[in-house]
Nanobody, 115 residues
Framework: QVQLVESGGGLVQAGGSLSLPCTAS????????MGWYRQAPGKQRELVAT???????NYADSVKGRCTISRDNAKNTAYLQMNSLKPEDTAVYYC?????????WGQGTQVTVSS
């Protein structure tokens, strides 16, 4: 079992920045992919960014150039640095960990970007 704890959400003005850390605890597989997804009101959950244990990253087109995902494997922590935030980035952001075929989710953290 894996537990994911997110933090770092909040209210920020357009053009601002936020950093979202996510720490995993429990049984952590050596091969896994950590990432962030988000869900805005009335919309489906969507990918923001992922970072595999092999070092590969993947970003949604909507955040490319504005967001950076990183990992500290020693701390089992993934970080999402978001810059140049836009009102359309407002959503609940969920940490995700994929270990083999098992999906784990955090409880989510609210990010609100005011115009």
């Amino acid at each position: 079992q894996v537990q994911l704890v997110e933090s770092g959400g909040g209210l920020v003005q357009a053009g601002g920045s936020l950093s979202l850390p996510c720490t995993a605890s429990g049984i952590i597989a050596s091969i896994n992919t950590m990432g962030w997804y988000r869900q805005a009101p009335g919309k489906q959950r969507e990918l923001v960014a992922t970072f595999s244990s092999g070092g590969s990253t993947n970003y949604a087109d909507s955040v490319k150039g504005r967001c950076t995902i990183s990992r500290d494997n020693a701390k089992n922590t993934a970080y999402l640095q978001m810059n140049s935030l836009k009102p359309e980035d407002t959503a609940v952001y969920y940490c995700h960990d994929l270990q083999l075929w098992l999906h784990y989710w955090g409880q989510g953290t609210q990010v609100t970007v005011s115009s």
